[in-house]
């Protein structure tokens, strides 16, 4: 079964698929930004479906998710796997 934090980012750039699998492979340090995507995707999934749910929060972990996916695609490039 495929490791959903690696599925996150690979459905977010299909154009990246393979680098994307070939690094979650090869560096931990990019597993973690996987995991971390993964994570802060949950809580945005959370917090869009609450009763309670707070434009602020959902604001804040969709500007997360961003920065994440970006520090994901700048560590791609950096590593040459683009």
Do not use: K
Not at 12 to 24: K, Q, V
Not at 62 to 73: G, Q, S, T
């Amino acid at each position: 079964m495929p490791d959903p934090s690696l599925e996150l980012l690979v459905r977010r750039f299909p154009g990246h698929a393979l680098a994307i699998r070939r690094l979650y492979i090869q560096d931990p340090e990019f597993r973690v930004v996987c995991g971390d995507c993964s994570e802060v995707q949950r809580a945005l999934e959370y917090w869009q479906t609450t009763d309670d749910a707070a434009p602020e929060r959902v604001a804040e972990y969709r500007r997360m998710l961003e920065e994440l996916e970006a520090e994901a695609l700048a560590m791609l490039t950096m590593r040459g796997s683009t």
